[in-house]
């Protein structure tokens, strides 16, 4: 996140070059988000996205000049931990750095093996998650 006061300077753009750099360094496949879907918000969740100086369409677009893809596919951020509400108004995205991804999509497996790692850093008991069993 950065403050209105500095956006449009090409700070969140170098925040994002610099993590990608040190996500290749450690041979990382592909960087993955989370982006709020404007189709899926509801009118409070776009009114916290207005109060914070963006909008979901904003958003996206930013992600987008990154070279990150949205990925057309179901996605539901399971609770985190000490949380019981699972976040329902997201969309998975990712930007591939080498072979093992393609730029256009995924195959449905490899989504699941991505969203298990990913989940499995923050989601306790995974495999017991109705929202977790639900998307897979």
Do not use: C
């Not at 989370?34 to 189709?39: G, V």
């Not at 916290?48 to 539901?76: H, I, K, M, N």
């Not at 195959?107 to 008991?125: C, H, I, K």
């Amino acid at each position: 996140w950065v403050a209105p006061d500095y956006r449009g300077k090409g700070f969140g753009s170098s925040i994002v070059k610099v993590t990608e750099a040190v996500m290749r360094q450690n041979r990382a496949g592909a960087m993955i988000g989370e982006f709020n879907d404007p189709m899926l918000m509801t009118p409070e969740e776009r009114e916290l996205d207005r109060l914070a100086g963006v909008t979901p369409e904003g958003r996206l677009v930013f992600w987008a000049r990154q070279g990150y893809t949205q990925l057309d596919a179901p996605y539901v951020q399971p609770p985190l931990e000490g949380q019981t509400v699972p976040v329902e108004h997201l969309m998975f995205g990712y930007k591939p750095f080498g072979t093992g991804f393609a730029r256009d999509g995924m195959s449905a497996g490899q989504y699941v093996r991505v969203l298990e790692a990913y989940f499995g850093s923050f989601v306790t008991n995974l495999e017991d998650n109705s929202h977790w069993i639900r998307l897979r």
